[in-house]
T-cell receptor, first 110, second 118 residues
């Protein structure tokens, strides 16, 4: 079953703009991760945030986690055309088992 | 590091035949591997968790006799789709976790295998 729900389902922006994607989940989690998937390819791990963390940065990525609202956001700053991909959040409630959300398709136009 | 490969990357087969997909961890030993299925424009759905040397744990609704999983070594897991039918056409992705790496909840994904059953 799917745990996470991302919104928006699709996002179209111009290069240089920031992109924000949100993820909500239903049950208590150990951690939440964000993955990126280019069309027809495997997933690339972007960032992991643990349940006791509120914010994490990695390069142009900023992830927040609000366990009281059971939600997370992924911010990509200064987007590039190469950021075009689908982005998935995934939660872990037990050891290593991931439950994925439905994903957000991001299109960054030059 | 932490590279996972899959073979083949795509396969077309006739209805009723069986197809084997391999998942390998190239530079680490993966005690646990996972198999996911992804239909077009949808998310990944976990099919089963594969532990080296033991039987796989299948998710609810996944037929273990149809999707045979073997994890005979620490670097190789195989998924065999038996008697494939057109509705089995999908993108199959494996992943592996590396217990020796920090943040053991991180999974490393293979590039996926596109299966088309005619």
């Amino acid at each position: 079953s799917q745990q996470g729900e991302e919104d928006p389902q699709a996002l179209s922006i111009q290069e240089g703009e920031n992109a924000t994607m949100n993820c909500s989940y239903k049950t208590s989690i150990n951690n939440l991760q964000w993955y990126r998937q280019n069309s027809g390819r495997g997933l690339v791990h972007l960032i992991l945030i643990r349940s006791n963390e509120r914010e994490k940065h990695s390069g142009r990525l900023r992830v927040t986690l609000d366990t009281s609202k059971k939600s997370s956001s992924l911010l990509i700053t200064a987007s590039r055309a190469a950021d075009t991909a689908s982005y998935f959040c995934a939660t872990t409630t037990g050891y290593s088992t991931l439950t994925f959300g439905k994903g957000t398709m991001l299109l960054v136009s030059p | 590091g932490a590279v996972v490969s899959q073979h083949p990357s795509w396969v077309i087969c006739k209805s009723g035949t069986s197809v084997k997909i391999e998942c390998r961890s190239l530079d680490f030993q993966a005690t646990t591997m996972f198999w996911y299925r992804q239909f077009p424009k949808q998310s990944l759905m976990l099919m089963a968790t594969s532990n080296e040397g033991s039987k796989a744990t299948y998710e609810q609704g996944v037929e273990k006799d149809k999707f045979l999983i073997n994890h005979a070594s620490l670097t190789l897991s195989t998924l065999t789709v038996t008697s494939a039918h057109p509705e089995d056409s999908s993108f199959y992705i494996c992943s592996a976790s590396d217990p020796d790496r920090p943040g053991t909840d991180t999974q490393y994904f293979g590039p996926g295998t596109r299966l088309t059953v005619l």
